[in-house]
């Protein structure tokens, strides 16, 4: 059982008022859930929803916000795309994001406490505090709530994304599956706060960061010590590449004991680049490239989120 976050706590600021976002193609957001959850948030204030059928729609909404608290209703997608824009727009620090998980994967709420019911984390909106949590940038203007990978990974959210409508969560070790089969690895060049962890001689089966523990709706936990407010990311890079080797690092990501792995690099940091073969990235979800270089860096305490307070623990499954 991880610990929850600790650090400078912030009342919410439901009172003030809350815009609501809502993403029609975020993964499940289906009606009565979201309308039980907006119900518990008019017990803490004024409450205004906006649906976005499309990214761009996003901008408007925010120009509208004020000072409100921006309830962000979806999965690790469509929070991606609301710290996206608010990095961008110069917000992220002065507006309090609350979440209401109604996407698929949902890995950040897992990895940070926040219920999955969607009526029971509009009550901790309303009701808790709001904490400084890292963020993670690249070098294309991009941004990382949860978690990035390349390799395998990034492969295998490509194969299961169209089985997510159908498989829900079960699309992701299906995908994995197939990715498995298909790929020899890559030959990458990694660097760790300057330090190289590959040479791009050794060919790495995955590489990823983890501002959070899991991925693919918490199937994987990439993350075994991550957290999201200690001021640093994890990085694992798995160089097992081999069929059985390969079986043997999926089967310990599934629970974290990854970093046991002896074909695996597992260690803390706060500037990662990557380069060599054409890969792809997935970004909380959001997949890209393919690229041939990429540098990703940690921005502590850089967006506040309402976060269960110092009496909850945090179960990550």
Not at 25 to 39: H, K, M, N, S, V
Not at 60 to 72: A, E, Q, S
Request: with cysteine; aromatic share 4%.
């Amino acid at each position: 059982m991880s610990q929850p976050p600790t650090g400078d706590t912030r009342r919410s600021t439901a009172a003030a008022g809350m815009l609501v976002v809502t993403n029609e193609a975020a993964g499940r957001t289906e009606g009565d859930a979201l309308d039980a959850a907006i119900d518990e948030l008019r017990s803490g204030g004024d409450v205004e929803v906006a649906s976005c059928r499309q990214d761009t729609d996003l901008g408007p909404t925010l120009d509208r916000r004020g000072d409100r608290l921006l309830v962000v209703v979806g999965g690790d997608g469509s929070l991606h795309t609301s710290l996206k824009y608010l990095w961008r727009r110069g917000e992220a620090a002065r507006c309090v994001v609350g979440l209401i998980p109604l996407g698929t994967g949902n890995d950040f709420a897992r990895g940070t406490g926040i219920p999955l019911d969607p009526r029971e984390a509009a009550r901790l909106i309303v009701q808790g505090a709001s904490r400084p949590v890292d963020l993670v940038t690249d070098d294309s203007g991009g941004v990382v709530v949860n978690a990035v990978h390349v390799g395998v990974g990034a492969e295998a959210a490509e194969a299961a994304r169209p089985l997510k409508r159908r498989l829900r969560q079960a699309a992701f070790p299906v995908g994995a599956l197939l990715a498995g089969v298909r790929t020899r690895g890559w030959r990458l060049r990694i660097t760790l706060d300057g330090a190289l962890v590959a040479d791009g001689t050794r060919r790495v089966l995955m590489a990823g960061v983890a501002n959070a523990r899991s991925i693919a709706g918490g199937t994987a936990v990439l993350g075994p010590d991550a957290s999201p407010t200690d001021g640093a990311f994890d990085v694992t890079v798995s160089f097992a590449v081999r069929p059985l080797a390969r079986l043997g690092y999926g089967l310990r990501l599934v629970r974290g004991r990854h970093p046991e792995h002896p074909d695996v690099v597992y260690r803390a940091g706060r500037s990662l680049t990557v380069e060599g073969e054409p890969f792809h990235t997935n970004a909380d979800g959001e997949l890209a490239g393919p690229v041939t270089r990429r540098t990703w860096a940690l921005r502590p305490a850089a967006w506040r989120c309402v976060l269960p307070g110092a009496g909850c623990s945090i179960d990550p499954r």
